[in-house]
């Protein structure tokens, strides 16, 4: 019988919860928290590692998470229903997590279909975007330093994995990126004078900027962008939310590449 | 100096505190909240009527309120701060709130470019997919009975006043409106045997099928469509957010009939 932790001093706990909670205790341990077979098994399907898994007694008798609990080479701890409430956002608990190592960004594209992300700040609308930009063919997405943490267990939860297959750069030095790449810079903007996007020639190497949810693209990645797009809209709406911009936005990317 | 109403036993404020709550009294009362200058202003824009307007002493002073109270043909109630905080969602009081009267659904299109929703449930989701709809010039939405009530003060918050100018038929029995229609009517899949969005002739009279976050579209919904579209997708990726979906296979219908 395996002992059931219900202390919240347990260090594995301590350190579960601090992770859980800011990107700065995620920054300072190079560490993220997994919550849900889905996002754990994404993870063992990229190869990678964990640190230490987390469950209840009751995760543990779901066949799902037991199949996985044999496969995982860690530390495991089992943890009381009360303490595992404070590390997951879920309403309904799934009764395992995990803590793993954020892996070291990749270094910078220079071709290929590169994302740039400009300051988009709400995590469902970042993990969806990283989603769809996985989906449509995006090979690396560049992150503003004002962008959600896309670690945090919002994002995560929104990004359904993607962050786990998709290379991501945060805190990135958009400029001096987009300098640097030899392909194309898009920006997508609410700008009559920018071009219809469907009558824009988005083939070859690119890299597609999107600003965000309040602003836009910044001025300054604007005076990076060699190529302005407007998202055709009826008259009467003044603009879309940001994720369907780029499922939009990078589609119509993946569609004349094809 | 006019009265500044504190007490929540004021029968305009139990009114406008009732249907922020619940769909049944929404319903009940034929009455919607507005929260905001953008969604009032929308609702004037659209020609529209408001039965009442609540509003606070410091909304008040904001010159684009204080300019849309003196347009407004309604009665006119100051409220506390206090009160109002129960009745918004948002994090910041806007200052201004309005009771409307839910618009007379729409007698149903049987041609043009209608757009059915089938079990969305998120109000985000809803909200936005709305706002995405009516850009591409979707003109008639039907939502079946278990989609998110799009006069909630979520959806209409996320839908930024899409509800407004674009004709939404709610708990619609989208079989029967989708046997009654005489253009094409498609369906997203997540089906390897349907057939590649961007292969697929969007053009002419199009009635566009979207199914739930979790289930997809239903057994139902999916016999009744005579094409089957699938989003292509990257290798190792599940499934898009639905709001996500729909922009992409909304938009790609517009640029087929530009």
């Keep these: 019988?395996?002992?059931i932790i219900s202390s919240s001093s347990n260090p594995q706990y301590k350190l579960a919860f601090k992770i859980s909670q800011t990107k700065r205790e995620r920054t300072k341990q190079g560490l993220a928290l997994l919550d849900g077979v889905h996002l754990v098994r994404a993870w063992l399907d990229a190869g990678r590692?964990?640190?230490t898994v987390l469950f209840t007694e009751a995760g543990?008798?779901?066949s799902e998470i037991e199949h996985l609990l044999q496969q995982i080479q860690a530390k495991?701890?089992?943890i009381s229903e009360a303490l595992f409430s404070t590390l997951s956002e879920l309403p309904s608990a799934t009764g395992l997590l995990a803590i793993v190592k954020i892996p070291t960004p990749p270094a910078a594209k220079v071709d290929g279909f590169c994302l740039l992300l400009d300051g988009v700040?709400?995590?469902g609308n970042v993990g969806a975007i990283l989603r769809t930009a996985?989906?449509?063919?995006?090979?690396?997405?560049w992150l503003s330093a004002q962008c959600a943490d896309i670690w945090s267990p919002k994002v995560l939860r929104a990004g359904m994995g993607a962050q786990v297959v998709l290379p991501c750069?945060?805190?990135a030095d958009l400029v001096s990126l987009a300098q640097s790449f030899k392909g194309q810079v898009v920006a997508s903007l609410?700008?009559?004078a920018a071009s219809d996007l469907y009558q824009t020639d988005l083939r070859g190497d690119i890299a597609f900027v999107m600003g965000s949810e309040g602003q836009g693209v910044s001025p300054e990645m604007a005076a990076m962008a060699k190529t302005k797009v407007l998202i055709p809209m009826q008259a009467g709406i003044e603009s879309l939310n940001v994720g369907h911009a780029s499922a939009i936005a990078l589609y119509e990317v993946m569609r004349q590449n094809r």
Tied chains: 1, 2.
């Design 1 to 3: 019988m395996k002992e």
């Design 76 to 78: 495991t701890l089992c």
């Design 190 to 192: 609410l700008d009559e």
């Design 60 to 62: 543990a008798e779901k």
């Design 121 to 123: 700040q709400d995590p």
């Design 49 to 51: 590692e964990i640190e």
């Design 169 to 171: 750069i945060e805190n």
């Design 134 to 141: 996985f989906a449509a063919g995006v090979q690396q997405v």
